[in-house]
């Protein structure tokens, strides 16, 4: 594979998480390797653990640069940062994206601090790798978790992974399906967890969209109240136009609401499109 496209190049994200707090997703690369070394400095023995199977005692700058600035075609991460008043950068949470030696599918893996669990970094950054790699052509993603993990297998199967347990081995293996219905909603976040995500990307209003609605729903009205009329059990005119255009009012706004649904989805199935 030669380097990736410029769609699988994702631009910094703000996010606002449970806690409140203002963060940056980015891209990792050449020059955050001291961020990286200063975030393992502080995580426990566990995390460390648990992310690579063993304990790494010296995150040397070495190792600190393979993990960030390694072959960006093959292998690419993630993190989400805070800028503290004093200023610099915090890094507090990697997701990683290594390409299987066919290309036909990418190991994800994370590492959240531990001062920061239970924020939704974990599920963001998994979102957004996802994302990298449907851009990037990958058809799925897929991780090996250790059974007794139940965080990160939590975080899988919150975001639609299919976890195989084989009764026999410590292993799950987990695959990840870059295409899944819940892809709708990979440019804004998963609404549940995380709080609401200020993504660059607007949602624009035109004019000429409101228009269009308020044609429809007029249209829509006045062919509801022509049928209703009818049935208005009075033959007093003021009641007929009271009730009658009550009851079509009603209907009008559920077509309202059917039409911006309609119009959601498909612009968020031909944003998926691109
Ligand atoms: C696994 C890990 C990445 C999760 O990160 P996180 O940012 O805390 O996860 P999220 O906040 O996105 O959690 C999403 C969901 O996963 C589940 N989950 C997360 N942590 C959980 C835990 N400790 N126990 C049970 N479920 C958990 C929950 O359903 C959670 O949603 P909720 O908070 O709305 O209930 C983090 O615990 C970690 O870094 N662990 C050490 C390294 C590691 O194990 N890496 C994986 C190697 S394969």
Same mark, same amino acid.
């Given at each position: 594979?030669?380097?990736?496209?410029?769609?699988?190049?994702?631009?910094?994200?703000?996010?606002?998480?449970?806690?409140?707090?203002?963060?940056?997703?980015?891209?990792?690369?050449?020059?955050?390797? #001291?961020?990286?070394?200063? +975030?393992?400095?502080?995580?426990?023995? @566990?995390?460390?653990?648990? &992310?690579?199977?063993?304990?790494?005692? %010296?995150?040397?700058?070495?190792?600190?640069?393979?993990?960030?600035?390694? %072959?960006?075609?093959?292998?690419?991460?993630?993190?989400?940062?805070?800028?503290?008043?004093?200023?610099?950068?915090?890094?507090?949470?990697?997701? &990683?994206?290594?390409?299987?030696?066919?290309?036909?599918?990418?190991?994800?893996?994370?590492?959240?601090? %531990?001062? /920061?669990?239970?924020?939704?970094?974990?599920?963001?950054?998994?979102?957004?790798?996802?994302?990298?790699?449907?851009?990037?052509? =990958?058809?799925?993603?897929?991780?090996?978790?250790?059974?007794?993990?139940?965080?990160?297998?939590?975080?899988?199967?919150?975001?639609?992974?299919?976890?195989?347990?084989?009764?026999?081995?410590?292993?799950?293996?987990? %695959?990840?399906?870059?295409? $899944?219905? /819940?892809?709708?909603?990979? /440019? #804004? #976040?998963?609404?549940?967890?995380?709080?609401?995500?200020?993504?660059? @990307? /607007?949602?624009?209003?035109?004019?000429?969209?409101?228009?269009?609605?308020?044609?429809?729903?007029?249209?829509?009205?006045?062919?509801?109240?022509?049928?209703?009329?009818?049935?208005?059990?009075?033959?007093?005119?003021?009641?007929?136009?009271?009730?009658?255009?009550?009851?079509?009012?009603? +209907? $009008?706004?559920?077509?309202?609401?059917?039409?911006?649904?309609?119009? $959601? =989805?498909?612009?968020?199935?031909?944003?998926?499109?691109?």
């Amino acid at each position: 594979m030669n380097s990736p496209a410029p769609s699988a190049i994702l631009p910094a994200r703000l996010l606002r998480l449970r806690d409140g707090g203002n963060y940056r997703l980015r891209p990792l690369g050449p020059g955050d390797e #001291p961020l990286v070394r200063e +975030m393992f400095a502080s995580l426990s023995p @566990e995390s460390i653990r648990a &992310r690579y199977g063993y304990l790494i005692r %010296d995150m040397t700058p070495e190792r600190a640069h393979r993990l960030v600035a390694a %072959d960006p075609a093959r292998d690419l991460a993630i993190g989400i940062l805070e800028r503290p008043p004093g200023g610099g950068e915090i890094l507090w949470a990697i997701g &990683r994206l290594v390409h299987a030696p066919d290309n036909r599918s990418a190991e994800c893996a994370f590492l959240v601090h %531990d001062a /920061k669990r239970r924020l939704g970094m974990a599920s963001y950054l998994l979102i957004y790798l996802r994302l990298l790699g449907r851009r990037r052509g =990958v058809p799925r993603l897929f991780a090996q978790v250790r059974r007794e993990n139940r965080a990160m297998l939590g975080v899988f199967r919150k975001h639609g992974g299919l976890l195989h347990f084989d009764p026999a081995g410590e292993v799950v293996e987990v %695959d990840i399906p870059v295409r $899944t219905s /819940k892809i709708l909603f990979d /440019k #804004p #976040p998963a609404a549940s967890s995380p709080a609401a995500m200020a993504s660059p @990307e /607007k949602k624009s209003f035109s004019i000429v969209e409101l228009v269009v609605d308020l044609v429809l729903c007029a249209a829509f009205f006045g062919y509801i109240f022509s049928l209703i009329k009818g049935h208005v059990p009075s033959l007093d005119p003021q009641m007929i136009l009271l009730w009658g255009g009550l009851s079509a009012g009603c +209907m $009008t706004g559920v077509f309202w609401l059917a039409l911006q649904m309609v119009k $959601t =989805v498909y612009r968020f199935q031909r944003a998926n499109q691109k």
